[in-house]
T-cell receptor, first 115, second 117 residues
Framework: KQEVTQIPAALSVPEGENLVLNCSFT??????LQWFRQDPGKGLTSLLL?????REQTSGRLNASLDKSSGRSTLYIAASQPGDSATYLC??????????????FGKGTHLIIQP | GAGVSQSPSNKVTEKGKDVELRCDPI?????LYWYRQSLGQGLEFLIY????????KSGLPSDRFSAERTGGSVSTLTIQRTQQEDSAVYLC???????????????FGPGTRLTVL
């Protein structure tokens, strides 16, 4: 059974710092990996999706990397801002070869950026 | 355009009652997913629809849970004889394409917070 772990569970840093959130998964047979952000009382917003054949994806100040063989992904946030405060979730989709299933999520990293 | 919508946003019910949760996916999205987020737990996959059929029901926690989708659009998640452990936020997502195909990025609704007293 696929298990996804996110470290740290919580992080508080001053505004302007660069930071790295970590995600690991136990089954490397994944189709893709996705990073989401969740704001209190709201749904999830997709940030970046990395296909299993890709090594990284970038969007603005965000960069996500994927090392499928070692079962790891990192989300790098550059020049953090108070508006980045949220819970960040990592999710993987298993490669099901014609079958279909939902995403397996980690428990998230709760990020606070101090003004 | 409009995103995924869910209703009600909050639902409080008594133990033993049945509840229905509704999801309206993004127009044209063929795939629809239900997830549950319990306090202190991660997001848990419940069920997935492609069109009106559900090829994967493996995540439903018990036979008290059922879901249907009609017209390839609206979906309803029904919980019968609710228990306190059913209290959670139930999230719905939709994607343009089926899982494993280009365009399978999932877009989430705001969720329904269910409280069972």
């Amino acid at each position: 059974k696929q298990e996804v772990t996110q470290i740290p569970a919580a992080l508080s840093v001053p505004e302007g710092e660069n930071l790295v959130l970590n995600c690991s998964f136990t089954d490397s047979a994944i189709y893709n990996l996705q990073w989401f952000r969740q704001d209190p009382g709201k749904g999830l917003t997709s940030l970046l999706l990395i296909q299993s054949s890709q090594r990284e994806q970038t969007s603005g100040r965000l960069n996500a990397s994927l090392d499928k063989s070692s079962g790891r992904s990192t989300l790098y946030i550059a020049a953090s801002q108070p508006g980045d405060s949220a819970t960040y979730l990592c999710a993987v989709r298993r490669y099901s070869g014609g079958g279909a299933d939902g995403l397996t999520f980690g428990k998230g990293t709760h990020l606070i950026i101090q003004p | 355009g409009a995103g995924v919508s869910q209703s009600p946003s909050n639902k409080v019910t008594e133990k033993g009652k049945d509840v229905e949760l509704r999801c309206d996916p993004i127009s044209g999205h063929t795939a629809l997913y239900w997830y549950r987020q319990s306090l202190g737990q991660g997001l848990e996959f419940l069920i997935y629809f492609q069109g009106n059929s559900a090829p994967d029901k493996s995540g439903l926690p018990s036979d008290r849970f059922s879901a249907e989708r009609t017209g390839g659009s609206v979906s309803t998640l029904t919980i019968q004889r609710t228990q306190q452990e059913d209290s959670a936020v139930y999230l719905c997502a939709s994607s343009l394409a089926p899982p494993g195909q280009w365009g399978d990025t999932q877009y989430f609704g705001p969720g329904t917070r269910l409280t069972v007293l």
